[in-house]
């Protein structure tokens, strides 16, 4: 094997964190602002890429990193090496509500294709990278599918979704239809495809966008419930508006429908 072999154990329910124990001079690489904890021996360090070993002097470093800035990530990410003799344990959380799916490379034929900011650390060995569309009408229509993560090698990597996960097998020709954001991601046989919803109304009215995905098998789609950019939405929509006002006060009860209804300013 080419990426380091990993032990691991997730914790929590709906607000989970992943242990991974490291043998002497063991690696994983991790995307800033996810660690939670680790053992007083292991050692922290800033590498430009995945450090997968595939970039090729200066260049293609470079090009590595230059990738991930494609998919709205850092630059960087962050090594953890257990200089110790001993095993050592580090720690990495999801970045809001949600469940960690540890995904074993070596299972789905060395490559899983995630949402751009799925990812949350993997072993060191294991590339992240991105995965451009060929079809026109993902380009245009794709919204947050548009550029994905690939997640390659013979390693564990681990990818968190929001809300409540749903896995489905998809038998030769079973297509499935997902709202764009809902999309964890899903095996490197499923071919994913932009569809327009269709129907005036639909378009106008639905209140769900003009565009869904269909995800046709055969493979593994993993779909979440509640995508951080839908919620962060309507954390918007509920916010105070420019003087402090919340929504309530403008209407016929005011502060009075507050109390009866409860108050739902955040």
């Not at 939670?36 to 292991?42: E, G, Q, V």
């Not at 293609?60 to 257990?82: C, D, H, P, Q, W």
């Not at 294991?126 to 026109?136: D, H």
Request: hydrophobic share 40%; glycine share 14%.
């Amino acid at each position: 094997m080419q990426a380091h072999e990993i032990d691991y154990h997730i914790y929590g329910e709906e607000m989970q964190y992943v242990e991974i124990e490291l043998d002497p001079q063991e690696i994983v690489i991790a995307e800033a602002g996810s660690f939670m904890m680790m053992d007083n021996n292991i050692q922290m360090e800033t590498i430009f890429g995945d450090g997968s070993g595939q970039e090729n002097g200066l260049f293609g470093k470079l090009l590595s990193a230059g990738k991930r800035v494609l998919t709205g990530e850092s630059l960087f990410m962050t090594a953890f090496i257990n200089q110790n003799n001993t095993k050592s344990k580090v720690s990495f959380a999801s970045p809001y509500p949600g469940k960690i799916i540890p995904i074993d490379l070596t299972q789905f034929n060395g490559k899983f294709i995630c949402q751009k900011d799925a990812f949350l650390c993997a072993a060191k060995g294991v590339s992240v990278g991105i995965e451009f569309s060929k079809k026109l009408g993902r380009g245009l229509f794709g919204g947050e599918g548009f550029i994905m993560q690939k997640i390659e090698g013979d390693g564990m990597a681990f990818v968190h979704t929001g809300g409540t996960l749903a896995k489905k097998e998809l038998a030769a020709g079973e297509i499935l239809k997902v709202d764009t954001g809902c999309i964890v991601g899903f095996t490197k046989d499923v071919d994913y495809d932009i569809e327009f919803i269709g129907g005036i109304k639909n378009s106008i009215f639905g209140g769900e966008g003009l565009f869904y995905a269909t995800l046709r098998g055969p493979g593994t789609v993993y779909v979440q419930s509640l995508p951080f950019s839908r919620l962060a939405d309507r954390i918007i929509a509920s916010a105070p508006r420019a003087g402090g006002n919340s929504r309530d006060e403008g209407s016929l009860l005011g502060g009075l429908g507050s109390l009866l209804d409860g108050d739902r300013r955040f």
